[in-house]
Each structure stands twice: as C-alpha cells, then as structure tokens.
C-alpha cells in the first residue's frame, strides 16, 4: 500500500516557466513533509520542507504548498531553469511514537527546456 | 558532505551468498535509514534506527536485516542474496524528528 504517491512519472517545461509538481497521501498521521532532488549516479539532496501546522513555505524559486483536507501537497518551482532538470521526491514523516519513520513516494522527472 | 559514507559503492555479488552493505555518520545524528531505489517504486524504506540497537522494519524489510551497536554505523545484510535485490541502495542519517534527513552516494548491488 503506497502511502506517498507521485501519480506524474515525468514532466517537461520551457526554461522560465512554472513547474508544478504534485505528490498525494494517504496516512493521516503524516505531519512533517519534505521534497528532495536527484541527479543521475548521486543521492538525494534536500529541497524544501513544511510542517502539517503550515499551507505554505518558500524558499527563493521554490515554493510547497500543504492541503490537508486534501492530503495533497506540491512544488512550484519558479523560474524553472534547466539545471532543475531532475528526479524529484516527496516524503513524509509520522510521528508516531517519535520513531521518525520517513516515507518517500516514487519521484517525478523534471525535465526544463532551454 | 554530511558525513555519511557508504561502502562499497559498487558490489557484484551471486546468488545464495551473503552481502553487507555499511552506512558510516560523522554526525552523531540518531536517525538512520536505509532505502532501495528501484525504477518505478522511487524509494522504498527497507529498515530504520531511531538509536543504538533501536530499529524497525520500514515498507520492504523481508530478506534484509540489520544492526546498529554504536552510533555511527548502520549495517545492512543480506543473508541469501536474490536477483530481485539487485538495486541501488541509499542510506540516510537525520539528527532531529523535524530535520531533514541527508542521504549518501548509494550502493549499486548486482546479484547474478
């Protein structure tokens, strides 16, 4: 049973334009959200995060927004530019028992134009 | 760097044999982890610690274990390695409940 879904495989944009990816869940004690970037042939490297007390955090290009009644949540990066060109990943933490339990979903690959 | 070192980074391995992978922390952070990545299924988180000898199945724990006797080391074992644990494999680390958590180059295993 996925908990965390990334329902896009892949998205293509044009260099400066918005890039919009989404990421779903199941898991209502999720309560501590991250994204993280992947480039060929290395590990993942952290983004950008948000509590589940939040709906919005930024930073600089990119954005995450928090929709708890819907268990949605998604990442714009704006201007996209072609060194975002990446496997992206959300993930999602329960707090249950302060275990720190992080469970990621199965990526999406952006691809930005020049 | 994050202080996190995988070895080997690279392993070719036959089937039936016995395979373990370390992860190696300069962080002193409580938290590891280790996940496979696998096309199609993103990451999968295999096992986790949240402290010495403290650990916990993650989504895909059958035929791995693990240990973790001081901080700075989290192993991975293979006890009868299959085909369908080729994969590439990334261990992370994370210091708090609200941190992110920082993941190593990986370990890409080939069971033949």
């Known amino acids: 049973d996925q908990q965390v879904k990334q329902n896009s495989p892949s998205l293509s944009v044009q260099e400066g334009r918005i890039s919009i990816l989404n990421c779903d869940y199941t898991?209502?004690?999720?309560?501590?959200f991250l994204w993280y970037k992947k480039y060929p042939a290395e590990g993942p490297t952290f983004l950008i995060s948000?509590?589940?007390?939040?709906d919005k955090n930024e930073d600089g290009r990119f954005t995450v927004f928090l929709n708890k009644s819907a268990k949605h949540l998604s990442l714009h990066i704006v201007p996209s530019q072609p060194g975002d060109s990446a496997v992206y990943f959300c993930?999602?933490?329960?707090?249950?028992?302060?275990?720190?339990?992080?469970?990621f979903g199965q990526g999406t690959t952006l691809q930005v134009k020049p | 760097d994050a202080g996190i070192t995988q070895s080997p980074r690279h392993k070719v391995t036959e089937t039936g044999t016995p395979v373990t992978l370390r992860c190696h922390q300069t962080?002193?952070?409580?938290?590891m982890y280790w996940y496979r990545q696998d096309p199609g299924h993103g990451l999968r988180l295999i096992h986790y610690?949240?402290?010495?000898?403290?650990?916990d199945k993650g989504e895909v724990s059958d035929g791995y274990s693990v240990s973790r006797s001081k901080t700075e080391d989290f192993l991975l074992t293979l006890e009868s390695a299959t085909s369908s644990q080729t994969s590439v494999y990334f261990c992370?680390?994370?210091?708090?409940?609200?941190?992110?958590?920082?993941f190593g180059q990986g370990t890409r295993l080939t069971v033949v």
């Open positions: 992370a680390i994370r210091q708090g409940s609200n941190t992110e958590a920082f």
């Open positions: 962080e002193n952070h409580r938290y």
């Open positions: 610690s949240y402290g010495v000898k403290d650990t």
């Open positions: 948000i509590s589940s007390i939040k």
């Open positions: 993930a999602a933490r329960t707090f249950a028992g302060n275990t720190g339990k992080l469970i």
């Open positions: 898991n209502s004690m999720f309560d501590y």
